[in-house]
């Protein structure tokens, strides 16, 4: 069963930057879409940023100008470059990928953590 793995995840002061990597345990990555969400304590996981098997990316608009989101997928990783980050960006980052049919997968979130 695929699993994915998150890591980069840390406590950096605003205005700093952190990479967030979701490494896939094969080369799944080419074939299915794949999402970063956020979620802050007692609020739901929210979609912060995607990539479509085809490249296309969106984003949030609270993030749109300083996160980039891209893949290697050689590596079967996905990336989450978060730049100017704001205390608001606080919280467990978890990456999903989306199936054809549908289904998705999680993985088990790294910590980000913006002071002020």
């Known amino acids: 069963q695929v699993q994915l793995v998150e890591s980069g995840g840390g406590l950096v002061q605003a205005g700093g930057s952190l990479r967030l990597s979701c490494k896939a345990s094969?080369?799944?990555?080419?074939?299915?879409?794949m999402g970063w969400y956020r979620q802050a304590p007692g609020e739901e996981r929210d979609l912060v940023a995607a990539i479509t098997v085809g490249g296309t990316t969106t984003y949030a608009d609270s993030v749109a100008g300083r996160f980039t989101i891209s893949r290697d997928i050689f590596q079967g990783t996905v990336y989450l470059q978060m730049n100017s980050l704001k205390p608001e960006d606080t919280g467990v980052y978890h990456c999903?990928?989306?199936?054809?049919?549908?289904?998705?997968?999680w993985g088990q979130g790294t910590q980000v953590t913006v002071s002020s």
């Open positions: 999903n990928l989306v199936y054809p049919d549908g289904s998705t997968k």
């Open positions: 094969d080369k799944i990555i080419s074939m299915n879409d």
